[in-house]
């Protein structure tokens, strides 16, 4: 029965009035906190444009470096051919840890990092080169898998960074770049994929759209590949997703950061055998299947077996820091140099254990003055 117009405006009670008050208005509280949350979405993204594009104007490549000719094969010299694969990760960039605050367990400051940077370098290239002296490798991949810089979604970090993450991403590109160009004079190819981790997030919230492409690390690839574009033995592969598949020697490896798998404390196997049964689902809908997975998220170097390859975890440039000793957790800062063979997939492994770069001479390859922009090194 339908009511009368009388019934229809009857006015509310004080209680009725209270409840309809309380709810539009925290209807409109949420309004804005839309609209502010859009606003700095947008911020962002438009503050993320503006660097790329004043980067890609004012980054001088680097002269090219002379690289190695194509390899002919000769079967007659017995060598085996693969393909050789470096992982890069977790290098936090501008980060400082304090050597007596850790006991002197760890030290880390962008002087460390070019100390240890060069040592991986130089370990890759000795062992390749003469360790493996009956191996013909055509190409390096390498596997730069995020976290890149120290960031600033962390009030501590950014506090006692020695860099800006303007100069983390500018800087670290610059010396980075000068390490890659003494692996393009050692391989015929050097090939660089690039994915971000979860410290160069432009805000402390998680957020997933735009993962990839608003990051501090991504900034950093670019400004990478601004500076290699006159090598022409070097290419890059920065996709816009926060993952991708990397063919090599017909064996996919899906390559991702791993800050999406929770853990609380060491290699959370669980969290880690459930990501790649995840991503296997996933990728079989595009009728896709990947062999390996490399990830670097918990700063630890281990190797786990699955039935159709390994789930790779590199370590960290960085090496422990005093929220790791709170935890009672430690880890040396190891990086992965690995072989992949056409039949065999995955063959052999090198961690290279980069505190060693402390026994070597102090004086840089590398060349870099931190009191300069990139423009005028």
Request: hydrophobic share 40%; charged share 20%; net charge positive.
């Amino acid at each position: 029965m339908a009511k009368s117009k009388n019934e229809a405006e009857k006015p509310l009670t004080m209680t009725e009035r209270m409840v309809y008050d309380q709810a539009l208005e925290s209807l409109r509280g949420e309004i804005r906190i839309l609209k502010s949350k859009y606003k700095i979405a947008i911020r962002s993204r438009e503050t993320q444009r503006l660097i790329l594009e004043a980067n890609a104007e004012s980054i001088e490549a680097l002269p090219r470096v002379k690289s190695p000719g194509p390899i002919i094969l000769n079967p007659k010299t017995g060598k085996t051919t693969e393909s050789a694969v470096l992982v890069g990760s977790c290098w936090h960039i501008g980060e400082v840890i304090n050597k007596e605050e850790m006991g002197g367990l760890n030290e880390y400051n962008f002087d460390v990092f070019v100390r240890r940077l060069q040592f991986l370098i130089g370990k890759a290239i000795k062992f390749t080169q003469q360790n493996m002296a009956m191996y013909n490798f055509e190409e390096l991949h390498v596997l730069l898998t995020g976290d890149m810089v120290s960031g600033i979604i962390h009030e501590e970090l950014a506090e006692t960074n020695d860099l800006t993450i303007v100069e983390q991403a500018t800087l670290g590109a610059f010396v980075t770049a000068q390490a890659i160009q003494e692996l393009a004079q050692a391989f015929p190819k050097v090939k660089v994929t690039c994915v971000v981790g979860n410290h160069g997030r432009v805000t402390q919230k998680k957020y997933f759209k735009h993962k990839q492409s608003v990051s501090w690390d991504y900034i950093f690839y670019t400004n990478l590949a601004l500076l290699l574009k006159k090598q022409p033995n070097v290419s890059f592969n920065i996709p816009k997703s926060f993952w991708t598949l990397v063919n090599i020697q017909g064996w996919n490896f899906l390559v991702m950061h791993g800050d999406l798998i929770k853990s609380w404390g060491s290699i959370p196997f669980y969290g880690i055998n459930r990501e790649v049964a995840k991503w296997v689902k996933i990728k079989a809908s595009q009728d896709t299947f990947f062999n390996y997975t490399v990830m670097s998220h918990f700063h630890t170097f281990a190797m786990l077996q699955s039935p159709t390859g390994e789930d790779i975890l590199n370590g960290s440039l960085k090496g422990g820091d005093e929220y790791a000793a709170g935890l009672g957790l430690f880890n040396d800062p190891v990086q992965i140099l690995f072989g992949v063979h056409p039949r065999y997939g995955k063959t052999w492994q090198l961690p290279i254990n980069t505190k060693h770069a402390e026994d070597t001479p102090r004086a840089s390859r590398y060349k870099y003055d931190k009191t300069r922009s990139i423009a005028n090194q």
